[in-house]
Protein backbone atom coordinates (compact mmCIF):
# COMPACT_ATOMS: atom_id res chain seq x y z
CA UNK A 1 0.00 0.00 0.00
CA UNK A 2 1.51 3.28 -0.54
CA UNK A 3 1.92 5.62 1.89
CA UNK A 4 0.06 8.93 1.95
CA UNK A 5 0.41 12.31 4.23
CA UNK A 6 -3.47 12.46 5.19
CA UNK A 7 -6.67 10.06 4.87
CA UNK A 8 -9.94 11.02 5.20
CA UNK A 9 -12.34 8.60 6.63
CA UNK A 10 -15.87 8.36 8.64
CA UNK A 11 -15.63 7.55 11.88
CA UNK A 12 -18.28 7.24 14.79
CA UNK A 13 -20.16 9.27 11.97
CA UNK A 14 -17.71 11.43 11.76
CA UNK A 15 -15.84 12.48 8.61
CA UNK A 16 -11.73 13.25 9.77
CA UNK A 17 -8.81 13.86 7.60
CA UNK A 18 -5.89 12.20 9.85
CA UNK A 19 -2.75 13.60 8.99
CA UNK A 20 0.78 11.79 9.22
CA UNK A 21 1.62 15.03 11.33
CA UNK A 22 -1.30 14.16 13.96
CA UNK A 23 -0.31 10.66 14.56
CA UNK A 24 4.18 12.33 15.20
CA UNK A 25 2.33 15.19 17.46
CA UNK A 26 0.45 12.67 19.37
CA UNK A 27 2.92 10.42 20.36
CA UNK A 28 5.16 13.09 21.19
CA UNK A 29 2.62 15.27 23.83
CA UNK A 30 3.13 13.46 26.85
CA UNK A 31 3.07 9.60 27.70
CA UNK A 32 0.93 6.77 26.48
CA UNK A 33 -0.40 3.90 28.20
CA UNK A 34 1.22 0.16 27.61
CA UNK A 35 1.20 -1.35 24.52
CA UNK A 36 -1.56 -4.37 25.16
CA UNK A 37 -1.97 -6.56 21.69
CA UNK A 38 -1.71 -3.89 18.60
CA UNK A 39 1.08 -1.48 18.21
CA UNK A 40 2.52 0.81 15.72
CA UNK A 41 6.01 1.40 15.80
CA UNK A 42 6.98 5.43 15.15
CA UNK A 43 10.28 6.70 15.04
CA UNK A 44 11.55 2.90 16.16
CA UNK A 45 9.11 2.89 19.17
CA UNK A 46 6.27 0.65 19.86
CA UNK A 47 2.88 2.78 21.13
CA UNK A 48 -0.85 1.42 21.93
CA UNK A 49 -2.71 1.76 18.50
CA UNK A 50 -6.30 2.71 19.79
CA UNK A 51 -4.69 5.60 22.29
CA UNK A 52 -3.13 7.04 19.13
CA UNK A 53 -5.17 6.94 16.92
CA UNK A 54 -7.66 8.72 19.81
CA UNK A 55 -5.31 11.31 20.70
CA UNK A 56 -4.43 12.14 16.86
CA UNK A 57 -7.76 12.58 15.88
CA UNK A 58 -9.65 13.83 18.98
CA UNK A 59 -12.62 10.84 18.82
CA UNK A 60 -12.62 8.65 21.88
CA UNK A 61 -11.54 5.27 22.37
CA UNK A 62 -14.72 3.96 22.45
CA UNK A 63 -16.35 5.37 19.31
CA UNK A 64 -14.29 3.03 16.69
CA UNK A 65 -12.60 -0.21 16.64
CA UNK A 66 -8.96 -1.51 16.50
CA UNK A 67 -9.26 -2.56 12.55
CA UNK A 68 -10.25 1.22 11.85
CA UNK A 69 -7.14 2.67 13.60
CA UNK A 70 -5.09 0.08 12.65
CA UNK A 71 -6.02 0.53 8.40
CA UNK A 72 -5.56 4.46 8.67
CA UNK A 73 -2.23 4.14 10.42
CA UNK A 74 -1.41 1.60 7.80
CA UNK A 75 -2.09 3.79 4.79
CA UNK A 76 -0.02 6.53 6.53
CA UNK A 77 2.89 4.29 6.27
CA UNK A 78 3.26 3.54 9.92
CA UNK A 79 4.25 -0.04 10.82
CA UNK A 80 1.61 -1.74 12.37
CA UNK A 81 2.14 -5.29 14.13
CA UNK A 82 0.69 -7.62 17.01
CA UNK A 83 2.34 -7.89 20.09
CA UNK A 84 2.97 -11.12 21.91
CA UNK A 85 3.44 -9.13 25.43
CA UNK A 86 2.50 -6.47 27.25
CA UNK A 87 5.20 -3.48 26.50
CA UNK A 88 6.19 0.13 27.80
CA UNK A 89 4.61 2.73 25.21
CA UNK A 90 7.73 4.06 23.90
CA UNK A 91 10.04 1.10 24.27
CA UNK A 92 12.81 0.89 21.66
CA UNK A 93 11.72 -2.37 19.30
CA UNK A 94 14.83 -4.45 19.58
CA UNK A 95 17.24 -4.96 17.23
CA UNK A 96 17.42 -7.95 15.34
Known amino acids: MRETEYVELVVAGEKIRLRKA ?3 DAVRDGPLGAVRQHAVEIEQRLYPVKEVFA ?3 G ?3 LDFNTTQARAALRRLGFEVR ?3 RTATSGEREPVS
Do not use: K
Request: net charge negative; no cysteine.
Open 59 to 61: IDV
Open 82 to 84: TVS
Open 55 to 57: RAT
Open 22 to 24: DVL
